[in-house]
């Protein structure tokens, strides 16, 4: 169960990032026509395109990524494959909603700039870079990551939840009209608390220094990292 419920997550992760570099695709070739032809329609398609579709698979790619880091031995910081993708992602989160977004609403109402090509351009080539990097896995661990620790893969019901989240922050967005990642944000603050959290106690157990419970031995062995 365990093993299906990641596989269908890793399902939505790469579903959703294809669908989040068409319509980035899409959203480029519509302002690509709208500032050669002048045509406000255009623009206002690419609107509705950025709001009711493109904004959902983004936010779903993003969280259903930072989930399988969580909840694998990934982590977030102990590749820098891994470290990459996870800056990037914020960065196109951050572009895209408080700096495309606006640029596409002032377009509708024909205040264009030539920098919603560019960073609409930008987001496609990042988007190729992230799967580069998912598929090539370079570079190798970061400094912060002990090779003594292994981080736990979650339990099915863990991965399940993740599916499900986003599930409902689409529900939410259809009721407010907003895309509104609300449920995946939070969960993602939890998940990287409790991740950092566990991976001290980790990094703690492996050093020898044990709990005040279970003092370890200074005779034992670290654990083997696979």
């Keep these: 169960m365990q093993k299906r419920a990641r596989t269908l997550l890793v399902w939505l992760h790469v579903v959703t990032s294809v669908g989040w570099l068409s319509q980035a695709v899409a959203l480029l070739a519509l302002l690509i026509y709208g500032m050669k032809t002048s045509d406000v329609n255009a623009f206002k398609m690419a609107r509705v395109l950025d709001h009711q579709v493109l904004a959902i698979m983004a936010n779903t790619s993003a969280f259903t990524g930072l989930a399988l880091s969580a909840t694998t031995p990934w982590g977030y910081f102990r590749h820098w494959w891994v470290l990459a993708k996870f800056v990037i992602t914020v960065s196109q989160l951050y572009i895209g909603i408080f700096i495309l977004s606006d640029n596409l609403q002032a377009a509708t109402e024909g205040h264009v700039t030539v920098w919603m090509p560019v960073a609409t351009g930008l987001m496609v080539g990042a ?15 970061t400094p ?18 993740a599916i499900t989240i986003p599930a409902a922050d689409f529900a939410i967005s259809l009721y407010t009209g907003r895309p509104m990642p609300f449920l995946m944000l939070i969960t993602v603050l939890a998940c990287s608390i409790r991740l950092a959290a566990r991976g001290r106690s980790r990094s703690s157990a492996a050093s020898g220094r044990g709990t005040s419970a279970r003092p370890a031995r200074r005779d034992a062995t670290a654990p083997s990292p696979r």
Excluded: E, N, Y
């Design 127 to 141: 988007i190729a870079f992230q799967t580069w990097l998912s598929v090539a896995k370079p570079w190798g661990r």
């Design 144 to 161: 912060w990551a002990d090779p003594k620790v292994k981080l736990p893969t979650a339990s099915a019901l863990t991965f399940v939840a």
